[in-house]
Nanobody, 117 residues
């Protein structure tokens, strides 16, 4: 039974920083890739950043230079360091994991990030 649990969200002023964490538990052979997505009210869920088993990263243009994704393979954990936060970053952030041998990705419950002006 695979489970993803996000943490680290909260309320921060514009220009501040937060670090999100996502821990994957359950039966895991290996993790092909992990990523962070966000979904604001009335909007679709969009990619923020992802990272593959080889260490390759990908970022949305809106967060390049401000956000950094990283992973700790030993802990089955992915992080999203968010700096220079803007009000438009306000959203629910979701963790996603692509596991070896799984036909579909797994998702966490989401964590709220609110940036005030």
């Amino acid at each position: 039974q695979v489970q993803l649990v996000e943490s680290g969200g909260g309320l921060v002023q514009a220009g501040g920083s937060l670090r999100l964490s996502c821990v994957v538990s359950g039966y895991i052979i290996s993790i092909n890739a992990m990523g962070w997505y966000r979904q604001g009210p009335g909007k679709q869920r969009d990619l923020v950043a992802n990272i593959t088993s080889s260490g390759s990263t990908n970022y949305a243009d809106s967060v390049k230079g401000r956000f950094t994704i990283s992973r700790d393979n030993a802990k089955n954990t992915v992080y999203l360091q968010m700096n220079s936060l803007k009000p438009e970053d306000t959203s629910v952030y979701y963790c996603c994991a692509d596991l070896a041998g799984a036909p579909y990705p797994y998702w966490g419950q989401g964590t709220q990030v609110t940036v005030s002006s």
